[in-house]
């Protein structure tokens, strides 16, 4: 079995991996949610929630309520600062569904997602030393560039989407423990309802680009 402790630094280092040149303000919540909605699916076979986040503009269906981390990171060498917020279910100890959502600062250009997300996911991969990729691949998902993966660290999955909504990033995982083929069949069904049911609540609009700083960042 693994234990919730790991499941959450795994996932905690892949989150705070993402800006490698970002250092951490202090200011962090680990609260369960109380300004989001979640209300339960219409369909009566689907024991999933639809979760829906008016600060992270997305809905999803989640297993179970979702937590959510909220921080602040600081960009050195300037006054700017890029907040994330993280989303995670865990219904069992041998598996946990997360949305992240990182916002950028209109100075930032994010202009070339390719470029961005090949970063982020070798800033990923550095949190897990030793892993080994399965897939990777370019894609669009939903009008916007996105990465979807499948990363192995010893018998733990990494699965899931990066995509770019401009100056807004999303991270769509799951993070679950190797298993029976049953298992494993189960799970293939879970990721795919996970991932199917992510749909932004309104387009994100791309800012101007005139004021961009030339800030280097590893996404």
């Not at 219409?42 to 829906?52: G, L, Q, V």
């Not at 390719?114 to 070798?122: A, I, M, S, T, Y």
């Not at 298992?183 to 005139?210: C, R, T």
Request: with cysteine; aromatic share 10%; charged share 25%.
């Amino acid at each position: 079995m693994v234990s919730n402790n790991l499941f959450k630094l795994l996932t905690c280092g892949l989150i705070i991996s993402f800006p490698l040149q970002a250092t951490e303000n202090t200011s962090q919540g680990g609260s369960q949610l109380s300004k989001e909605t979640v209300t339960k699916s219409d369909d009566s076979k689907d024991t999933w929630k639809s979760f829906t986040s008016s600060k992270g503009n997305f809905t999803i269906k989640l297993p179970t309520e979702p937590q959510e981390i909220e921080q602040k990171i600081d960009i050195p060498k300037t006054d700017l600062s890029i907040l994330y917020q993280t989303y995670l279910s865990e219904p069992e100890e041998n598996a946990v569904y997360v949305v992240s959502v990182w916002t950028y600062p209109p100075e930032i250009d994010m202009s070339r997602p390719e470029v961005n997300l090949q970063d982020g996911f070798g800033g990923m991969l550095s949190a897990l030393p030793g892993a080994e990729v399965l897939y990777m691949q370019m894609k669009d998902f939903q009008g916007y560039k996105g990465l979807e993966f499948l990363v192995k660290s010893e018998d733990i999955f990494f699965r899931g989407m990066l995509f770019l909504a401009n100056n807004v990033l999303y991270q769509i995982f799951t993070v679950y423990k190797d298993g029976t083929r049953q298992e494993m069949e189960e799970m293939d069904k879970n990721y795919e309802h996970f991932m199917g049911s992510f749909h932004l609540l309104k387009v994100q609009k791309a800012s101007d680009s005139s004021n961009k700083k030339a800030i280097k960042l590893n996404v």
